[in-house]
């Protein structure tokens, strides 16, 4: 009997994909995570167009040019800052997320967005190089706040059986992004020397779609009643997100997990780190948002049009090449996003880092034998398109997802900016070590990569269980110690009060707790 109610409980707490819901995951993504991807490839195509803007004004002022060396430094510092300011974004997300909120936050740093796209459209006119690396800082820390902010707040938002598939959405938009900058990088649209600035400020317009819709929204549901303690809020803003649902039984799991924290102010990074009832979600955080980095996809990217130059494509189709990549990545991200909450993260996450290993280990393979075997050369293009759509189906988003998942409401924060910082301070050690990698190890410069995407998919499987439709609580007692939790009862009555050993993940086996109908308990 108490099985059958408490699946009636969770029946009930299954929440339908609302019109609410996925306007808010598309709004966020679309004005946010969008921009990330996008300022990822923006850079690209109009490379020797900015060196020559460079160039020209250094002359101008100077009455001498740069040196090749000394310009080719100045462009990897404007690349590169972009994310210098997202380590510096990503650390302000738990300080602005307490205090904000997680849509006030999004809100409010649309600022930065406007304040970027600014420098960075107006940067010719005025003759500024400085202009547009700082325009690139400001879009940097943006989007290092928002790579973070916006899978919590869809993940907080989203009813259990549905926060997979809408907290991956954002992955998507980061797919979209690349493929748009590569698309509008062609010479026949905004690839000219004439469209660069423009280029590069279009990040304005969708930022401001989003200023215009997404404070109409509610706050996340459990931000209100977890952290501000306003019901009230919290009633209305489920209302809102959800239509065929038992609300009664969504707000108790969260009073459920209100009660379970030992505080509910925010935890602080150093408060993350030390607390050990939480020490195996923070080692997993850590490793699969470094793994996330260090599996290799940016050195993929960079190396992608030397491959294909290799394959015998010409170079001037490379281009269109570079943006039939972008749509894989973009097919990629739509089949993990609709196939996770049927698959689970577990098998996106060890499926996609299995298959960039192997991709992996295939172009080494590839790059040592295309010399002496002619048809070795399309086996590197194919271990590449492998390595793309492997990390777009699983570990592009799943990382922030987990992140969510593995603490409660007090630790998240926290963990977000340990999360963030790791990933961006990783992207940025990868770009500086890649190509003196490449030049001592040559083609075997990828096994490093492929180890790194064993070794992580090989954690995923022996430490991390399965979140799928889990609730945090639950999530947080399957991370608890399989030690057995003794009773504190009088040795006279050993039924008293009486809880069974932890099974291997630590929940609670059925029929754990035991009490004693005789008497009363407070």
Excluded at 78 to 105: D, E, N, P, Q, Y
Excluded at 109 to 127: D, E, K, N, P
Excluded at 364 to 392: E, K, N, W
Aim: with cysteine; aromatic share 12%; charged share 15%.
């Amino acid at each position: 009997m108490a099985e059958e109610l408490i699946r009636f409980s969770h029946g009930k707490m299954r929440g339908h994909l609302t019109s609410s819901l996925i306007t808010v995951a598309l709004l966020a993504s679309f004005g946010s995570s969008m921009l990330y991807g996008y300022n990822l490839a923006v850079v690209n195509s109009p490379a020797e167009h900015i060196k020559e803007f460079y160039n020209r004004t250094w002359l101008s002022r100077n009455h001498t040019g740069l040196s090749e060396e000394t310009l080719t430094l100045l462009y990897s510092f404007t690349v590169s800052v972009f994310a210098i300011g997202g380590l510096l974004g990503s650390l302000l997300v738990g300080m602005l997320v307490t205090k904000f909120g997680r849509k006030g936050t999004l809100v409010y740093c649309t600022v930065l967005v406007f304040i970027a796209g600014a420098l960075m459209g107006f940067s010719r006119i005025c003759h500024s190089p400085e202009m547009v690396i700082i325009g690139r800082f400001v879009t940097g820390i943006h989007s290092g706040i928002c790579l973070s902010v916006v899978p919590m707040y869809l993940g907080e938002i989203a009813p259990k059986n549905l926060r997979g598939f809408l907290t991956l959405v954002p992955s998507i938009f980061i797919c979209l992004g690349v493929f748009l900058a590569q698309v509008l990088g062609l010479e026949e649209l905004l690839g000219k020397e004439t469209y660069w600035p423009l280029f590069l400020s279009l990040v304005v317009v969708p930022t401001f779609i989003q200023l215009m819709l997404l404070p109409w929204f509610p706050e996340s549901p459990r931000y209100l009643l977890i952290e501000k303690r306003n019901i009230h809020a919290t009633i209305t803003a489920l209302k809102w997100y959800r239509s065929k649902c038992n609300i009664q039984a969504e707000i108790e799991e969260m009073q459920e997990e209100q009660r379970s924290l030992s505080t509910v102010e925010t935890v602080s990074v150093w408060g993350l780190m030390m607390d050990k009832s939480v020490r195996w979600q923070f080692i997993s955080v850590i490793v699969i948002n470094m793994g996330m980095q260090l599996s290799g996809i940016d050195a993929i990217w960079f190396y992608t049009n030397a491959i294909f130059a290799n394959a015998g494509i010409p170079k001037p189709q490379i281009q269109y090449t570079t943006v039939g990549t972008g749509a894989i990545e973009v097919i990629s991200g739509l089949i993990g996003c609709f196939t996770i909450e049927k698959l689970g993260r577990r098998p996106l996450m060890i499926g996609g880092f299995g298959v960039m290993g192997i991709g992996c280990a295939g172009i080494t393979l590839s790059l040592v034998l295309q010399t002496h075997i002619a048809f070795m050369r399309y086996i590197s293009i194919a271990c590449v398109v492998a390595i793309i759509a492997g990390f777009c189906i699983g570990p592009a988003g799943v990382p922030f997802l987990m992140t969510a998942e593995l603490f409660k409401q007090s630790h998240r924060p926290a963990a977000y900016t340990v999360g963030g910082a790791l990933n961006w301070m990783s992207n940025f050690t990868v770009g500086f070590v890649f190509p003196f990698l490449q030049m001592s190890a040559g083609s075997f410069c990828y096994l490093v990569f492929c180890g790194v995407c064993v070794l992580v998919a090989v954690y995923v499987h022996f430490v991390i269980p399965e979140t799928k439709n889990k609730t945090f609580v639950e999530i947080c007692q399957m991370f608890a110690t399989k030690e057995p939790i003794l009773s504190k009862s009088p040795p006279g009555n050993p039924n008293e009060l009486r809880l069974k050993k932890f099974n291997g993940y630590g929940m609670m086996e059925n029929s754990s707790v035991e009490l004693d109908s005789s008497r009363s308990y407070p």
